[in-house]
């Protein structure tokens, strides 16, 4: 039985590091014993690293662990400290001299609460990789979600608060997990009924108001709002690399059923796809899982996570 989070598929283990005074984390996902990935970036702001191998013209066909982290571009370097947790561990890309640890990682922009000059750095990364076990399953503010708001296109005074989202699917034999930092420049709907749940909030009137509504009567801000939401899908199905990335492109209509608008030129949208390699399956099937699992992994981040420093969540409405 499987409990609605990433640890659901073996192998994986889940850490978090963050600091809730400066209002920003990193999440880390850890396949020590190396898994094929995938990835997809959509929107116009993306910031990663090590994307390029999930190329399947590359030579490395392993990964070993994908950090999603707060600070935007700063952000980046969180990965580093999990790259040299695991090389603590003997873990990595054998290269003869040493072991290399593959280690991918995605950023979201959360400098606009909290204090933008404290990000996660190379520390951080270090310490949500040693925390990092299989039996995590904290959802909201935490790790990559600490500082994750929805809803800005007219800046934060209007934003609610979005979080780290978990769920699971299984058919067949095929299991599919998502985790996702939900960030994003639009409104959050429900799957049930496609009604705006969180999103542009009005805090005068306590009311909801609807982006796309907003965006179709009025013009956009000079200064655009800066967001992204990154994610992770992971299966035990088997997958080579290019159907990996197949898979990682249609989690993302899991973000176009959730998020409106989604991966407009404000967003820098990102799903990776790890694969665990133990079930026969049909790729469109573990598509289907991914796109069905991660919608419900960003209703879930929103109805977990809890207001902070003046910005409501779903639960405080």
Known sequence: MYKGYLTDIEGIKVGHAQDFEAITG??????????????????SGPGTRETDLFDPKKMVDRIHGIVLSG???????????????LEEQGVGFDVG????????????????IGDPKIRPDEDMGYQSAKNATEIEYRQGNIGAGTGATIGKLQGEKYAMKGGLGSATVE??????????????????????????IAGMYDYENKKLLN???????????????????????????IMTKAEANKVAEMAHNGYARTINPVHTYMDGDTIFCIGRNQVQADISLVGTLAAEVMGKAIVNAIKSAEGIDGIKSYKDI
């Open 26 to 43: 990193c999440t880390t996902i850890l396949c020590e014993e190396g898994f094929v990935g995938g990835v997809d970036v959509r929107g």
């Open 71 to 85: 600070g935007s571009a700063f952000g980046l370097s969180a990965a580093s400290g999990v790259a040299k947790y």
């Open 97 to 112: 001299v040493a072991k290399v640890p593959i280690v991918s990682s995605a950023i979201l922009f959360d400098l606009g």
């Open 171 to 196: 058919a067949r034999g095929v299991r599919v997990s998502a985790m996702v930092a939900v960030n994003a420049v639009g409104d959050i709907y429900s799957l049930d009924d496609n009604k705006i």
């Open 211 to 237: 982006t796309i509504d907003f965006m179709k009567s009025n013009p956009l801000p000079e200064e655009k709002p800066t967001n992204t939401t990154i994610g992770v899908v992971a299966t035990n199905a």
